[in-house]
Every structure is written in structure tokens, then in C-alpha cells.
């Protein structure tokens, strides 16, 4: 496996009391696609957040590199490159397109984020007709495209996306999965995808994690369990689904 | 009284309640839990304006900058020293609104006792004070200076508030954070600094309006206190999750207030106007009867405010 950009150690988390992550310990390689999925409540986003710093580490640690990261305050962690996007009220709902696309430079001088802003949406071209509109107006998948544009604002070097195509339909899925697939082929950042529809998701990675319960159950190439039937349908009943 | 004064009186009082619903409003939009002690800013105002006055001479008009600045920093200093280590021990709105009235309790005893020893040491009234500014002429018209000062500084505040949130950056990760603060931090907004300087706002604006009514209105250290049931009866009236709320709410409550009793107060009713609090106070009980969201909430779309989960 190559260096890791990301890495975390016997990582234990949760909210408040809830312990609800135990003895996570992975490595995140650079500019690959890192893609984790498991069942609900497997603790998937709660990794997402952790490593944000939005929710509370018990034990172990997390480096960025060679920086230990663990518990920083996100706004600190979002300077340091990497960025976070969450499932569900990803965008601000009152707010313009154009005004959400300069809430995401918030930490960007001015001539900086007047650049990005020409930068992403050269890659989201969709968006230069909303701009003036209210993002609440915004339809599931373009919602997706604007958060996803939003993310892209600071040139992260890390992109964590929380389950982007949940609730969109499955022709705008693969849309959107293709320009994460795009995102690191063309611009070479690294990404880390937590993904329910496993097998879309599978097929952009180049490692995979499977969480269970908190806890790290495989890792490894993310094709070779869509490979090999028996690991498929061990870990993600794949098979199962697909007779 | 003539018809001249009773609409001037009427819209003087209505313009300071907008501002210090404003006020009320802005804390409350931003950490959600109302701020018992929003009254008390307009007496540091005051006592800030009545200060200056006694010991340099300084007509109240012209300490409103340092009164905003005050105020807003005892406002600030609440948000860290109060809201800020309680919520982060997980307490919750019920005991965060016990704390405020603490706080509210503190700066008022605070103000007491500080007119008190202004009084004795200076020999000079620091209780009931007033300052009677006059007139001015404008194109031949004798206008009110409270009504006129009340006027300006509301417009001021409005046109700024109105550039600042859709103008600056500063303004766009004020609302952005009111809306989504989880989303604000991930966006690398320090969400703490905007509460803080939504606080700071907040008291700062309420404060403004001391010196305007220590020209208007006989003031003493219980004067929040006396004001704050207006208060939030004009936030909650209008809808307290929006600006637009507080100055519609404002003026409905102000204008109610004063025009409501003077005409409760002619016979045959005769009522004393000692009691035109009670108007408010029904106001309050009405709106939250019929339209708890205020009278902003009916015309959505123009106001912009915090998304409902």
C-alpha cells in the first residue's frame, strides 16, 4: 500500500456518552479513492466526523501525514486541507448558490475565491444558471453537484464524502460518481467515500473498508470484492442481491 | 394632547422598541435561547449617555457610540462568561434561561449600586433623570429631537444591518452559521466568534437606544427590567426568528401601546395610563394564540430565517 495522506490509530469515538466507534485503526493512501461501506449504524459516518473533529474522540489518535490532527476544531482541520461533506444539509438552504460558493471560501482571500469559484464551475457548469437562486430550491442531485463544488473551493487534498447519492435517482448517481471518479483521476485528490450502494461505489476504488458495529471487519483492494464472489457475498451479500 | 404630539410620542417609542427588538431578536436567532437580560442594555446605554453628560457635559446624543460599544461588551462578556461554559457543560434552554436572569439580576444590582454611589459622591441626581433635548427646525417644522434622533439611528441600523448581511463576508457567515452551524464549521467558520460577535450586536444595538430615552422618558436602573415584557412581546408579535419580525412587531406593539391608551384613557373609560403595560402583555398573550410564529411568518419569503428541523 502506498504512503498513507490519512491515518488513524486504535481510533475510539462517539458522541456525548455513546461509545459508537472501537479500535479503528486504517491508513488512507494518497490521491487513491478509499471507499468504506457497511449497514446502518455501522459507524461509517461517525469515522467521517470523527476525523472532521466533529464528534468526540475517547481514545487513540489521528495524523494528517505526519500531524497529529486528533480533536482539532474543524475549522482548523478544514484549513488544513481536508474536506468534508456531509449527507444530508450540505449546502445552505437560504443562502444563494453564489453566497454558499463563497461561504465554502470563507477561509480564501478574495481574489483566491473568485478564481475557485470560475475553477468549479468550469466543472460544474450546471450551476452558473442558479447562481442568483436560493440553494433550497435546488433539486437532489444538483444539491449534490453545489456541496460537491462547495468542498472543491479550498483545493482540498482530501475530499470525505458522506453517502453523496442517497435519495437520488440512479442515472444522477453514477453521474455524481463519475465525477468523483473524476476528481481523482484528473485532479488527483484523495478521497474517501462512505457509500450504502456498495457496488457503484466499489467499482471508482481503489481500497475498501467494511465496518460492522463500530469495528473495522475487512480491508482491502475494493475490487477484489467485486471480484471474488465469495467475498462479495460474505461481506455485502453481492451475490445474493445480483440472482 | 394634540394629535401633533401623540403621533410623535407614538413614533419615538415605536422606533426605540424596534431597536431593541432588533436586539432581542438577533441574540435569540443566533444561540436560541432568549437573553432575559437584553432590557438591562438599555439602562448601561443610558447611564453610559447620563455619565458623560454630569461629569463633561457631552449632550446624550453623541456618547450613542460609546453607549453601543458598552453595551455590546457586557453582552459579549455574558456570551463568555455565561452562555458559552454552560453550554458547553451540555446544560439546555431551561437552566441557560435561569442563568440569563442571574445575569440579568447581577447587571441591574450592578447599576444600582453605581447610580447609588454616583449620587452620594457627586451630590447629583442619578434616579428619575431626564434630559430634555428640545426641538429642532426642519424647513419650518418644529420636530421632536428624540423622534428625530430615534428616526436616524433606526435607519442607520437597518440600511448597515441590511448591507452587512448581504453584502460582507462577515454578514453571509452570519446568516449561514444561524442557519447550519454544523455546516459553518465545516466550512472553517470559527461558529463561536460569530455567536460572539452576534452578541456583541446584539447588546450593542439595544444599548443604543439608552441615550435616545434618557431624552424621552424619565430613567432610573429599573428601566430594563420595565422595558423587557415589551420587548419580547414586539420580537415575539412580530416573530422572533426574524429580523423583519422585530420591526414590524416593533411598530405594531409601540404604536398600540401609546395610541391604545391614550384612547383607553379618555372617558368614558378614563383608564390610568399607569397601566398601559397591560397592552403589550395582551398583545404577547394574542399573538401567541393565534399566530405563534409572529406576523413575519406570514409573509414568508421576504425575511430570511433559521431552517425548521
Do not use: C
Given at each position: ?191 474517501i467515500l462512505v457509500e450504502q450502494n456498495a457496488k457503484l461505489a466499489l467499482e471508482i476504488s481503489d ?37 | ?182 455546516l459553518g464549521r465545516v466550512y472553517g467558520v470559527n461558529v463561536e466568534k460569530m455567536y460572539a460577535i ?48 422585530a420591526v414590524i412587531g416593533g411598530y405594531f406593539v409601540g404604536m398600540s401601546e401609546v395610541l391604545g ?49
Amino acid at each position: 500500500m502506498e504512503a498513507p495522506v490519512l491515518r488513524t490509530e486504535d481510533l475510539n469515538a462517539g458522541y456525548g456518552k455513546m461509545h459508537i466507534l472501537f479500535d479503528i485503526t486504517l491508513a488512507f493512501p494518497e490521491k487513491k479513492v478509499t471507499v468504506i461501506v457497511g449497514p446502518n449504524g455501522s459507524g461509517k459516518s461517525t469515522l467521517l466526523k470523527t476525523i472532521f473533529g466533529l464528534a468526540k474522540v475517547i481514545s487513540g489518535k489521528i495524523y494528517l501525514k505526519t500531524q497529529e490532527i486528533t480533536s482539532k476544531p474543524p475549522h482548523d482541520i478544514a484549513k488544513m486541507g481536508i474536506a468534508y461533506l456531509p449527507q444530508t444539509q450540505n449546502i445552505f438552504e437560504n443562502l444563494s448558490v453564489q453566497e454558499n460558493l463563497k461561504m465554502a471560501a470563507y477561509t480564501l482571500s478574495k481574489e483566491e475565491a473568485s478564481a475557485k469559484v470560475e475553477e468549479v464551475l468550469s466543472i460544474f457548469p450546471l450551476l452558473r444558471a442558479y447562481m442568483k437562486q436560493k440553494a433550497g430550491k435546488l433539486s437532489g442531485g444538483e444539491r449534490q453537484m453545489l456541496a460537491t463544488a462547495m468542498a472543491l473551493m479550498r483545493s482540498p487534498e482530501i475530499l470525505m464524502f458522506d453517502e453523496p447519492t442517497a435519495a437520488l435517482s440512479p442515472k444522477i448517481s453514477h453521474q455524481l460518481i463519475n465525477i468523483i471518479r473524476d476528481l481523482n483521476t484528473k485532479k488527483e485528490k484523495t478521497i474517501i467515500l462512505v457509500e450504502q450502494n456498495a457496488k457503484l461505489a466499489l467499482e471508482i476504488s481503489d481500497y475498501a473498508v467494511i465496518m460492522g458495529s463500530g469495528r473495522v471487519t475487512y480491508k482491502g483492494e475494493g475490487r477484489k470484492l467485486l471480484e471474488d464472489p465469495e467475498l462479495g457475498a460474505l461481506y455485502l451479500g453481492l451475490r445474493a442481491r445480483q440472482q | 394632547m394634540p394629535l401633533a404630539n401623540l403621533l410623535t410620542n407614538a413614533f419615538t417609542y415605536s422606533n426605540m422598541l424596534v431597536l431593541m427588538a432588533l436586539g432581542l431578536t438577533f441574540s435569540y436567532i443566533t444561540l436560541k435561547v432568549p437573553n432575559f437580560a437584553q432590557g438591562d442594555f438599555i439602562a448601561v446605554g443610558a447611564y453610559v449617555a447620563y455619565t458623560s453628560y454630569v461629569l463633561w457635559d457631552i449632550h446624550p446624543y453623541l456618547t450613542i457610540p460609546l453607549s453601543f460599544h458598552v453595551s455590546g461588551a457586557i453582552s459579549l462578556l455574558m456570551f463568555l462568561f455565561v452562555f458559552s461554559p454552560l453550554s458547553k457543560r451540555g446544560f439546555k434552554l431551561t437552566e441557560l434561561m435561569i442563568a440569563y436572569f442571574a445575569a440579568e439580576m447581577i447587571i441591574r444590582s450592578a447599576l444600582l449600586i453605581y447610580t447609588d454611589y454616583m449620587q452620594s459622591s457627586l451630590s447629583k441626581y442619578f434616579s428619575n433623570i431626564l434630559i430634555p433635548v428640545g426641538q429642532v427646525e426642519i424647513g419650518g417644522y418644529e420636530i421632536s429631537s428624540p423622534l428625530l434622533a430615534s428616526f436616524i439611528l433606526l435607519l442607520t441600523i437597518l440600511v448597515s444591518f441590511l448591507i452587512i448581511l448581504k453584502y460582507t463576508k462577515l454578514g453571509i457567515a452570519l446568516r449561514a452559521v444561524i442557519q447550519n452551524p454544523e455546516l459553518g464549521r465545516v466550512y472553517g467558520v470559527n461558529v463561536e466568534k460569530m455567536y460572539a460577535i452576534s452578541w456583541f450586536l446584539a447588546g450593542g444595538i439595544t444599548g443604543m437606544t439608552g441615550p435616545v430615552i434618557l431624552t424621552f422618558f424619565p430613567t432610573d436602573p429599573n428601566i430594563g427590567w420595565t422595558f423587557l415584557i415589551r420587548i419580547f412581546a414586539a420580537s415575539i408579535v412580530g416573530g422572533i426568528d426574524s429580523m423583519l419580525g422585530a420591526v414590524i412587531g416593533g411598530y405594531f406593539v409601540g404604536m398600540s401601546e401609546v395610541l391604545g391608551i391614550y384612547v383607553l384613557s379618555q372617558p368614558p373609560i378614563g383608564l390610568q395610563p399607569v397601566y398601559r403595560v397591560v397592552i403589550p402583555f395582551v398583545l404577547m398573550i394574542a399573538a401567541l394564540l393565534i399566530m405563534p410564529r409572529g406576523i413575519a411568518s406570514k409573509l414568508e419569503g421576504i425575511s430570511f430565517r433559521r431552517e425548521r428541523k
